[in-house]
Nanobody, 124 residues
Framework: QVQLVESGGGSVQAGGSLRLACVSS????????MGWFRRSQGKEREEVAT????????FYGDSAKGRFTISQDNADNTVYLQMDSLQPDDSAMYYC?????????????????WGQGTQVTVSE
């Protein structure tokens, strides 16, 4: 089993920034896709950003483009999500996820391991 532990959530005013971190245990072949997803009340789970860790190739959901940055520190098995220019619509529970890639890509279906989540609240 892959263990994922998120941190860094909290409350911030609109326009502010937060940096989320996810520390993972390694599981060969099943953690080369790492990602951040979010779910807010009454909404479907949304893919925020993912990274194919062997090459650092990233993907961003529409809501994250230009504002959020996913990065990794392989030495510490940690994936980060830097969130800038936060808006109230970004308020959600943010989940770290891991899975094995398919042909070097990280479609949503590969993510099989999930963290407990960290809450992000953005006020006006």
């Amino acid at each position: 089993q892959v263990q994922l532990v998120e941190s860094g959530g909290g409350s911030v005013q609109a326009g502010g920034s937060l940096r989320l971190a996810c520390v993972s245990s390694k599981y060969y072949g099943r953690t080369n896709c790492m990602g951040w997803f979010r779910r807010s009340q009454g909404k479907e789970r949304e893919e925020v950003a993912t990274i194919y860790t062997p090459f650092g190739r990233t993907f961003y959901g529409d809501s994250a483009k230009g504002r959020f940055t996913i990065s990794q520190d392989n030495a510490d098995n940690t994936v980060y999500l830097q969130m800038d220019s936060l808006q109230p619509d970004d308020s959600a529970m943010y989940y770290c996820a891991a899975g094995g890639s398919v042909g070097g890509t990280c479609p949503k279906a590969v993510f099989e391991f999930w963290g407990q989540g960290t809450q992000v609240t953005v006020s006006e």
